[in-house]
């Protein structure tokens, strides 16, 4: 009886027991994970996470070293080809994508779906956030709008802002010069419940709204030369939103989207109508980040790649992992070195070769330039050797070998050079058997650029007058190229306009080779289809006891359809995901 | 209480007197007949079955039921005749009835086989039991005596064409890795987690890695639980069916011992064939003078890879080194391995403690001939080993609470070469084709890949395996479970109390053993010159190894459970049951490897916590009703969203109870109908675990500044759905159950069933891009799954001859009734309205001619390379040639693009399952054969499985087109351009889709039961048998050289699924 009275106290016990533990309150959010109100912390004054937000953002930016399936972008235009074909640039060169296969580093607008792609859409939202969310943060610190840190000037938190404003214009350009007009999110950030089937803008609004929030940022940015380089050098400045303005502005003027022959048919890839005053705008916006001068030239053609604060850089993304680093070196460095094993992912072509001036200054087609088929790679622009690895170019301490059989072109099967040149741009000068490590960071603007961009504005505008030859000398004087007894650096007196254009066109070239910018040049210019219609060629040396023959041969033959391929379409699963924009609102010539 | 303890204690007395009243009477009513006939006759036996002896079992003479006798603990008989007809039946709970003639004999040895079909199967459903009698939901259940000498690792494996319902995909055969995956009554979720079983061992949910480790002989029963009403107790966990397992238990008795030791050969279900150097150099040429064909005009044809020389040579073979043909596969792969397994269990005891011990360990080699590293010191090929250890224990403490603990452990070795997709590699042109390299060079050295056709030097594939190291993961897993029972009759009769706690843990660690840098040594040969040349990416000597090793996951997880449960018939008729259970779980995860698990389940343990209820009530066996209920949740949900009630109600009819079924159907022992209704759920979510918090993630870091520091950065992660919940589903079932004929001879049963998944969890597909961050899954995916599934059993004899057959069918239809898809490029790639992971593709056609290609090259050359126009489909921009696959222009534009695809072939899982089970016996023989088939389905082999240049040459390639052989051609033209249409990975089409079918004789056993006579030593059973698994198989296509159990869209696996043929040996002593 006792015994029952004990198993019933005991049964009773345990269930409470039981009970008591089933009651207690389950953890309900993970500890380790970060809501959004760790971010933007009204008690952080020292902004620590809402800076690691900020940086997020900046991460968005890609890096273009061997960024598009491995390969620089440059490969998919007439500069270069890819030494292993079939990938996305040889895709890209080929013209062999559509909205449904577009090749994957370039289809900048989708898969935002998988998480923390760099991808532009995702980087708008990011911005966004960012600046909507700033505010609560009571960050302390103050910066003067010239620069000084803690001094009394605009909040640090302000400037961050207008960061993010920047990069978002940035990434917001980044899309249009590839797609035209896209919708415009303005301030709003999305959430999941909102409409965001948004209808494209127009690429007339896209391009003033990009240049207006250029215009918003500039001055709320730091300024170069920056007081304290150690911790700010990677912060877009008061430079680049010059420096975009200025390139939205020239993208803008061109003829691809200001169609000189009667305007854009369709809004979304261009302006309806043709306005001179555009170029106007563009030399104005270039001339304006000039006059500030704060950049300069630097007279190390190669140091602009390799160093930091570089006077020449205007925007730059930082290499990611370790620095100094090697990796632009064993992915496009001649192969045959056991040493220093490289890849040799890129195969410059003959044309880029052939469009290197003579370090007169003459293009090797003039009959005064002194340029010797026999012995094709001596006495050149000083960025040729800057830029391209040749048969006989010293590296790693030796003397290159790229003809048939030779080292570096060992015709085993491997990967190796297509058409015996290798790319040496953004290589440090590697003069020992093994890679010396350098920093690799991306430069996105340097004054080059501004100063092509203001001569061939001005250029159209007022044709080739003084200050259109006078950046051309400087690119030229510092390239190593002799000024000659007329002071004209190889330029001709008195070019027309139309002469005048095809000379900056080359100067754009061969002094940005590699940066990203032939791609999109070919198309903005409409010279997309006559160059990238023709065979690429390469140079096949053969080695006969030291007597070189140079055969030109056949490496690619690439294909472009215009005015189709100026834009590219819009990702097919957008068009199905996103009525607003649909089949109807596709690029025009593209069905998938 | 000292008044109703004492009316207690009267009761008590009463019922002990009318006790020993009833038996006296009971007696009499025995002795009464052998009095009238007083034959003497007594005959003694021992009752068996093929794992040993039966205690329990009852003996009858026949005739004459009420003169009967139950086999002791030894399994040993004795009964006095009493009638006239010299026979005695026996029965043993499960098994067939047997009918033994004793004419003229005083001892007889019974042997049963084993049968679970008959009227009294029990079966486990969560938390008790049923029988078919008494079942109003579906169930499926075997009982794994059946399938305990099976030869493979897995329960799993075992199951498939002998459940109804039960549907199961093998695509591997590792060792370690071959566990099948299975579903219950097919998929209905869009999600792709959210299709998993429920898996259930003594009421413990297990993981699927768990169910795999666990030792089959170990296992008691298995059910599946296929309806709302047998689920519903699990609530929101039951919505993709339950597999529930049981253990072996002790039986009181004397110590019965019994051993098991078998070993098997294993070898492939199908050995793919690769053409040999001098056909695949021939077809190389054939594909370049084709590709040389489509060079646009102007461009020199390319010279032919091999020359004339170069094919003598390959076909005579008389430079073996400067012309190689190795059969890399039949090098590489050994035609046969061995398994082996020995199993040792003890059991017994008496009324105060049971027990059940077993021990248990297998061990599986791997298929890869033995390429040990250069100092002979690893290795490097695929085992799996594993070692169990289970004891059961039952106690009654006193006459009311009975005590169980189970403690099971399970160790297990698992190896593979490190590069583990090396043997993948056997199909890759790229990287071993049969003009490569020779095997080895003529002074023994390794050599390298010397063919234009494989670039970047690679060492051949037995110097790779040779040094590559191995990658070996050890796990232990770990169960404990403590139950007390305590019966409150003393409240109620038929109550009782358990309470339940169960803690289970696996660790796994693994070690790679890795060369410290993968330089291996190899030589390319030259016979002309009689030269080696270093690899040029290749190092002198071997590299020496380094070794890594990491924990991959460690779980824990701890059950609490606490349940009442109440059983009482009152009158004779009226019989009620009923539970309350509450059901709490904590599941904490570290998991190192991301890809075994969730990462978001590291560190906060997952949590379930739930209340189940069941009342039953059925009046005289005849009208059957229960109600199930569960109230429960876990925490993926939020706060306010996190519990949901799942009921489920099923009502049954057993017509032959009735009278007047009686008299019109006196054959008919059962027939009985039954239905059920009801909502179950499902908590697995696609992505984050916690969809409704959102949260940021640390992410890559940016350098910033001059120093270049490596700054952290947070990025955002999906977006979150607050209102979150489980997938619902309703599930309506409806069930015959039937036994005809004498003895119950025959056996039917028969369920339909219709479900609609509604609720489902789906991430978006269709919110634009724009948004710029990942979205969150939400509630809005309905789908909708019918179909039937049953069984029909006969069991009879012809003479001394038993025999039994089991015909298994399952049939089960999915289709998407609401799928957030964007509105698709043509009407024919809609998701909506067909099953789940349909298959969309272009129609195939026939081939173009080459009068038909021209047409498509002038005109597309007229047209600005577009083809949009045309009467003759073609791709945009693509030169067609005559042999190319042609497919079907769907829109009749004259371009094959998207909007040509449609839907083809079926989904990858079959929808159709058939399993034949014959069984037959006589004396100690037996004979049991499954066939097992899977119907309606579909698979597409890409890459180096099939495509010319990314495969090597098959067979198939030989009757490629070419203007020859226009006429019957079986491939399209053979192009070394890897994107053209004939590439089923750019262009999937029913071309390439294989509707499949297979049949299987999936087991066969044979035993044969030594007589107690031949049993040496003291042993009281013994028996030797053979058993295969996979012995043969018959499919529908000769296209691929893969297992028909394929995963679509792959390339196939190189660990073919095995064969094996088993020869084992068991004692009971």
Partial sequence: MKNYKNKILIGIGLITLVAAAACRKSEKFPVDKVSGIYIFDPRDSAGTQALKYLLNVYSVVEIGHNRVGGDYLDAASDDAVSSSPGGQVTILATAGYTAIDLPANENVWSSTNSTNTANYWNGIRSATEFMAGIDVVPVKDFVAPNGKINGIGVSTRYIWRNEARLLRAYFYFELVKRFGGVPLLGDKVYNVNDNIALPRSSFADCISYIVSECDKAKDSLITAPLINPAQDNYRVTQGAAMALKAKVLLYAASPAFNNPSGGNSNPLTGYPSYSASRWQLAATAASQLMAIGNYSLDPNFKNIFLTQNDPEVIMVRTANGTNPSNNVESNNGPVGFGSAVAQGRTSPTQELVDSYPMSNGLPITDPNSGYDPNNPYNNRDGRFYATILYNGAPWLGTTLQTYEGGISKPNNGQTETLTSYYMCKFMGPQTTSNFQGHDEDWVIFRYAEIKLDFAEARNETDGPVDSVYQQLKDLRLRAGIAPGADNMYGLTVGMTKDQMRAVIQNERRIEMAFEEQRYFDIRRWGIASTVMNQPLMGMSITNSNGNLTYNLIQVLQPKFVAPKMNVYPIPYDEVLKNPAIGQAHQNPGWSF | ?1069
């Fill in chain 2, 1 to 1069: 209480m000292e008044f109703l303890i004492k009316i207690f204690q009267f009761n008590q007395i009463k019922k002990a007197v009318m006790r020993k009243i009833i038996l006296f009477f009971q007696i009499i009513i025995i002795m009464l007949p052998a009095a009238l006939y007083a034959q003497t006759k007594t005959v003694t036996g021992t009752v068996r079955d093929g794992e040993g002896i039966l205690p329990g079992a009852t003996v009858v003479e026949k005739g004459l039921p009420a003169n009967g006798v139950t086999t002791d603990g030894n399994g040993k008989f004795k009964i006095t005749m009493k009638g006239t007809s010299e026979v005695l039946i026996v029965r043993f709970i499960g098994d067939v009835t047997r009918e033994i003639n004793v004419a003229g004999k005083n001892t007889v040895d019974v042997i049963m086989s084993t049968n679970s079909h008959g009227l009294d199967e029990v079966s486990v459903v969560g938390f008790g039991k049923t029988t078919r009698i008494t079942n109003t939901g579906a169930v499926s259940s075997i009982n794994a005596a059946e399938v305990r000498e099976i030869p493979t690792a897995n329960v799993q494996n075992t199951l498939a064409g002998r459940l109804p319902g039960f549907f199961s995909q093998q695509s591997s055969g590792q060792p370690g890795k071959d566990a099948s995956d299975f579903f219950i009554r097919g998929i209905s979720s869009l999600n792709p987690a959210g299709n998993q079983p429920l898996i259930i061992v003594d009421d413990i949910e297990y993981t699927y890695d768990q169910l795999q480790q666990i030792n089959v002989n170990e296992i008691e029963t298995i059910s599946i639980l296929k309806d709302a009403s047998t689920t519903a107790i699990y609530g929101i966990k039951g919505a993709n069916g339950v597999l529930v397992v049981t253990t072996r238990r002790g039986k009181a008795g004397t110590p019965k011992i019994n051993f098991r030791a078998e070993t098997g050969i294993q070898s492939n279900t199908i050995t793919p064939v690769f053409l040999d150097a001098y056909q695949s150099a021939l077809l190389v040429n054939q594909a370049e003078a084709n590709d040389n064909l489509a060079l646009p005009a102007g461009q020199a044809p390319r010279q032919l890879s091999f020359t004339q020389n170069d094919l003598n040579l390959f076909k005579s073979g008389t430079d073996p080194y400067g012309h190689p043909n190795v059969d890399w596969y039949n090098e590489i792969v050994n035609k046969y391995s061995y398994q082996t397994n020995a199993n040792l269990d003890i059991s017994g005891g008496n009324e105060q403690v049971k027990y059940f011990i077993s021990g248990g360990a297998l061990n599986q080699d791997g298929d890869v001939k033995n390429f040990p590293d250069p100092r002979g010191e690893l290795n490097n090929n695929y085992y799996f080993t594993r070692y169990n250890f289970r004891s059961n224990l039952d106690m009654k403490a006193n006459k009311t609470l009975d005590l169980r603990l189970d403690v099971t452990t399970r160790f297990s070795d698992l190896n593979q070469p490190l590069a583990e997709g090396a043997v993948g590699q056997l199909y890759d042109f790229t990287k071993e084709t049969p003009f490569t390299a020779p095997f080895l060079n003529p002074n023994g050295s390794f050599a390298y890949a010397y063919s234009p056709f494989n670039s970047g030097h690679l060492p051949t594939l037995n110097a790779r395996l040779a040094s590559g190291g191995n990658d070996n993961s050890r796990r232990t897993d770990y169960n404990v479970l403590f139950n007390a029972v305590q019966k409150l009759d003393a409240f109620t009769p038929g109550l009782s109390a358990t309470a339940r706690v169960a803690y289970s843990s696996v660790e796994q660690y693994s070690a790679q053993i890795t060369p410290s840098s993968s330089a291996i040594p190899s030589y390319h040969y030259d016979p002309v010159a009689n030269t080696y040349t270093l690899n040029p990416s290749g190092a002198y000597v071997f590299p020496t190894y380094s070794q890594t090793g990491q924990t991959d996951f460690y779980t824990t997880d701890v059950n609490i459970q606490l349940f009442a449960n109440y059983d009482r018939t009152f009158g004779s008729l009226n019989h009620v049951t009923g539970l309350f259970l509450l059901n709490q779980d904590s599941n904490t995860t570290y998991a190192n490897n991301t890809i075994i698990l969730d990462p978001t389940q590291v560190a906060v343990p997952a949590k379930f916590r739930g209340l189940s209820m069941r009342g039953g009530y059925d009046y005289a066996g005849k009208y059957l009703f229960d109600i199930n209920a569960a109230y429960n949740g876990t925490d993926r949900f939020a706060a306010n969203h996190r519990y949901g009630w799942f009921p489920a109600v099923s009502l049954g009819y057993a017509l032959n109870k009735e009278d007047y079924f009686k008299n019109l159907f006196p054959a008919i022992g059962l027939f009985k109908i039954r239905g059920s209704y009801g909502i179950v759920g499902s908590d697995a979510a696609p992505g984050n675990r916690y969809v409704y918090n959102q949260y940021y993630t640390q992410g890559g870091g940016y350098n910033f500044g001059q120093s270049e520091a490596d700054y952290n950065s947070y990025y955002e992660n999906s977006l979150s759905n607050p209102n979150v919940v489980w997938e619902r589903q309703k599930e309506l079932d409806l069930g015959l159950d039937m036994n005809l004929l004498k003895d119950n001879k025959l056996s039917v049963t028969f369920d339909y069933f219709h479900n609609i998944r509604y609720d489902q969890l789906i991430t978006p597909a269709n919110v634009s891009e724009v948004l710029g961050v990942g979205l969150p899954a939400v509630n809005v995916g309905k789908t909708q799954n019918q179909g039937f599934d049953g069984q029909i059993g006969y069991h009879s004899n012809i003479g001394k001859v038993q025999f039994a057959t089991n015909f298994v069918f399952s049939y089960a239809k999915n289709k998407i009734l609401y799928e957030d898809e964007p509105q698709p490029a043509s009407p024919n790639e809609a998701l909506t309205g067909w099953p789940i992971n349909q298959p969309i593709g272009y129609h195939f056609v026939g081939y173009y001619t080459a009068a038909e290609a021209q047409e498509i090259n002038t005109y597309e050359a007229a047209h600005g390379g577009n083809n949009k126009g045309n009467s003759i489909a073609a791709p945009i921009g693509e030169i067609m040639e005559a042999g190319d696959l042609k497919y079907y222009d769907f829109n009749h534009d004259g371009v094959i693009d998207e909007y040509d695809k449609t839907h083809i072939g079926h989904p990858n899982l079959p929808n159709t399952t058939l399993g034949l089970n014959l069984q037959a016996s006589y004396k100690g023989f037996s004979i049991s054969v499954l066939f097992q088939g899977s119907f309606n389905y579909s698979f597409i082999v890409t890459g180096t499985g099939i495509e010319p240049f990314q495969s090597q040459f098959q067979p198939i390639d030989l009757q490629a087109w070419t203007p020859s052989n226009a006429a019957n051609a079986q491939f399209p033209r053979l192009t070394q351009v890897p994107n053209t249409v004939n590439s089923p990975t750019f262009y999937p089409s029913d071309y390439w889709l294989v509707n499949a079918y297979y049949i299987r004789l999936k087991t066969l056993e044979l035993r044969y039961v030594l007589p107690s006579k031949l049993l040496p030593f003291h042993l009281t059973a013994g028996s030797i048998y053979l058993s295969c698994y996979n012995l043969i198989t018959w499919d529908n296509y000769d296209k691929y050289q893969q297992d028909p159990e394929i995963s679509t869209n792959t390339v196939g696996d190189a660990y073919i699924n095995q064969r094996v043929v088993n020869l084992g040996v068991q004692f009971g002593f």
